[in-house]
């Protein structure tokens, strides 16, 4: 067994996923502590599934971005919005790669019991993989709205979207990680 495998039978660090995250699932009345091995493993599928969500929206939203070139009403657009469309394809393409990158890492990684680090580097590309599809989608979103919108209305509903995003990506998350260390630490004291 490799050291990204998983034994069978871990159906137990599923459990403790959910209610270590305040999940609803079944709950055992004595949960096990989890190993430093099944805590990794379980980080390192959290991580998998992330990415399988961002890498399909991030390369629908890269595909589309690259066509948009080669259409007709391209050759139509102001000086600005051709300097977003280099911008925003530039952002895609990072966050493509930065969203690509944990498989690549895992593949030279592979067997050399390096998972600890692995997920950290996973986890760090990840985030910044985020930001940058936070900011593609709110640059296409502009670039689309300055066609169909007129005047300031289009600077001002991207903005709004790139808000929503920021306080649903971030701030929330941010929000809740404070949230229950102050509930660990006074459920310590």
Request: aromatic share 6%; hydrophobic share 50%.
């Amino acid at each position: 067994m490799t050291m990204t495998e998983q034994p069978a039978g871990s159906a137990g660090e599923d459990t403790a996923c959910c209610t270590h995250h305040g999940g609803h699932g079944p709950q055992p009345a004595a949960e096990a502590p989890e190993t430093a091995r099944e805590r990794v493993n379980r980080r390192w599928n959290e991580i998998l599934q992330e990415t399988r969500v961002t890498q399909t929206g991030v390369q629908i939203l890269f595909g589309f971005l690259l066509s948009v070139a080669f259409t007709p009403l391209f050759r139509e657009l102001e000086t600005f919005d051709r300097v977003v469309y280099v911008i925003t394809v530039v952002l895609g393409a990072a966050a493509t790669g930065s969203l690509i990158a944990p498989v690549s890492i895992h593949r030279f990684l592979s067997g050399q019991r390096m998972k600890d680090e692995l997920v950290e580097a996973a986890g760090r590309l990840m985030m910044c993989g985020m930001v940058l599809l936070a900011l593609t989608i709110g640059c296409t979103l502009l670039l689309i709205l300055r066609v169909v919108v007129p005047g300031v209305l289009a600077e001002a509903l991207a903005a709004g979207v790139m808000l929503w995003f920021g306080l649903c990506w971030y701030a929330l998350p941010l929000y809740l990680r404070r949230r229950a260390a102050r509930r660990s630490g006074s459920d310590a004291a």
